[in-house]
């Protein structure tokens, strides 16, 4: 069986279509990122200050180490709307064991484990009842918000090693200007594009967000890898929670809202909703849009309570750009098929 090559044939090419170059599905979002930085920093020039950078950047850490998760969801075909409270459960726990004088490292173990513990919750209802994940995740979205909300109510006093190892290292700089949880965030980024494009399990996530029928007939063990993603949201959901520095927890609403922005950042990147396909390093970008709109409506003097208002807005431009790029993708597909047959 040949394989067909996606690309148009040149003009005059008849029986063998020749590969046509194509610019990385990160340069549109990577412009406009650019384009954001120029208009606010022109605006306010105090935008660009270097220590102004460095917080947006550790600002965007943590929900974008939640976008990072939610491409793997996304290219699934699925979407996880629990994430924040994953998140804040996993910060919660760190932080109760923190208090009660529990190793540092053992503390920081047990935040990722439980975000672990719970995307598999998650992974298992969506297995055997045979729903999508929005659906299921909408159901432990109320659940787990709940229990932070009650975690948080429980929580009397602050932990007790402010100065403990972990801590130092979670609130420390790398390289003497980097935050930790930027360092953390760049290098998940890098790590998981490799495990999306380059591995097995990558390849078995964009099969079976691609055509998931096709990919139960190729032998691949779709139930499984829905489960192992949801996992692996939950474990990097956990890594964040662990990692955030708003110890003691009290804000029984902290998280809340980073599930849609996660999905934004992903799509704004270049991830489809209709699944198959994804960029980590396209979600990274997405985030650092959101965050420098963010940061730009408070520069600009906007109360902050605008803020879910404008995360709507950016989740709705969203939606409404991956409908145009699945739009021009099959125009551009129908395009390709009339050349071929002419």
Known sequence: ?????????????????????????????????VVLVAIIGFARPGFLDQANLLSLLETAAYP????????????????????????????????????????????????????????????LLVVALRLPAIVVTLGTFAMFRGLAAVAVKMQTSAPADQSGELSQIVHGKMFGAVPTAVFVFVAMAVVMQFVLHRSRFGYRVQAVGSNPQAALYAGIPTGAVRLQTLVLMGIVSGLAGVLWPGFPVTDADQGGGFELMAIAAA??????????????????????????ILSGVTLLGIDATWNPFVIGAVMLLALALDRLVKALRQRQAVRFQENLHA
Request: net charge positive; proline share 6%; hydrophobic share 55%.
């Open 1 to 33: 069986m040949t394989r067909l090559d996606p690309t148009p044939p040149l003009a005059g090419s008849v029986a063998h279509p020749k590969r046509s170059f194509r610019l990385p599905a990160e340069l549109g979002p990577l412009a406009g990122l």
């Open 64 to 123: 974008g180490m939640l976008a990072i998760g939610m491409v793997f969801v996304l290219a699934l075909r699925e979407i996880d709307l629990s994430v924040g409270w994953m998140f804040h459960l996993a910060a919660l726990l760190t932080a109760f064991l923190l208090a009660a004088g529990i190793n540092p490292w053992l503390a920081a173990f047990a935040g990722v484990l439980l975000g672990a513990g719970l995307g598999l919750v998650n992974g």
């Open 267 to 292: 799509i704004i990147g270049g991830t489809s909703l209709s699944g198959g396909r994804g960029t980590v390093i396209g979600a990274v970008i997405g985030m650092l849009i959101v965050q420098v």
